[in-house]
């Protein structure tokens, strides 16, 4: 492949050497000179006002075949009647309208969508508050049984423990501050043994408590004064042996 541009170049310097050997024999013999070689130039290259000319020809051959093409489009499209044009406005104006009411039933229907969507989303949320609420109401139910049983189970304590314990329990939980409860627990024992434990408030300032006992029993209600529980210092003691009747 070298050898062949070798050649190749060789070759193209030997024409340009041929060549430049001839015009200067040319040159020599007075066969060329400048005049001549402006001449040629003359003859080779077309003056400014050739070129002129012929780009106005070329740009008026192109008017003319746009001219000639539009001819003959008009031609083939004659303008429509005014008849025929009121039809194609009537017709283009129906398509319009078609697609817009196609685009407000797609609108209506995908409002429908939403609309059907929040309202299973409503009723999901209005099932879940309601098995939420039932739930909490049950745990209420199951909390305040667990209250109520501890309270029975309190109070069956007091009845069967000695009445004068039960005076000393009752007297430090009124002294804890708390009486509604003390109230609660006399009120829920049996007449025989909450009798007992009157009794017992023997001295001046324990007679006042017995008469703010029994005033407080009379207008007690239940539904108001709610039991709780005792607390661990003031509730009696499991292991007590139940008591014999007696002061």
């Keep these: 492949m ?3 541009w070798n050649l190749v170049s060789f070759l193209a310097v030997v024409n340009m050497l041929a060549l430049i050997g001839f015009g200067g024999w040319l040159w020599q013999s007075g066969r060329l000179d400048r005049g001549r070689l402006l001449a040629i130039k003359e003859l080779l290259a077309p003056t400014l006002a050739e070129a002129e000319v012929r780009a106005e020809a070329d740009a008026e051959a192109m008017r003319q ?8 489009w008009e031609a083939t499209n004659p303008p429509m009647a005014s008849e025929t ?32 969507r929040a309202r299973v989303l409503k009723e999901q ?15 209420a139910e199951a909390q305040n049984q667990r209250v109520q049983e501890q309270f029975q189970k309190t109070v069956k304590l007091y009845e069967s423990i000695p ?16 009486m509604d409860q003390a109230v609660a627990y006399v009120n829920a024992m049996n007449t025989r043994a909450a009798a007992k434990v009157i009794r017992e408030l ?46």
């Design 2 to 4: 070298k050898s062949f």
């Design 65 to 72: 075949a746009e001219a000639e093409t539009l001819r003959g």
């Design 85 to 116: 044009q009121l039809r194609s406005i009537a017709l283009v104006q129906n398509q319009e309208t078609q697609a817009a009411r196609r685009l407000a039933d797609q609108s209506e229907q995908l409002f429908a969508q939403l609309e059907e």
């Design 125 to 139: 949320e209005e099932a879940f508050a309601s098995r939420q609420a039932a739930w909490e109401d049950a745990r």
């Design 163 to 178: 009445s004068k314990q039960a005076k000393q329990l009752l007297t430090t939980l009124v002294d804890g501050g708390g």
């Design 202 to 247: 023997k001295s001046d300032e324990e007679s006042k408590l017995a008469t703010e006992l029994l005033e407080m029993i009379r207008t007690y209600d239940p539904m108001v004064s709610a039991p709780e529980t005792a607390s661990d210092a003031n509730a009696p003691d499991t292991n007590a042996q139940p008591a014999a009747s007696g002061t």
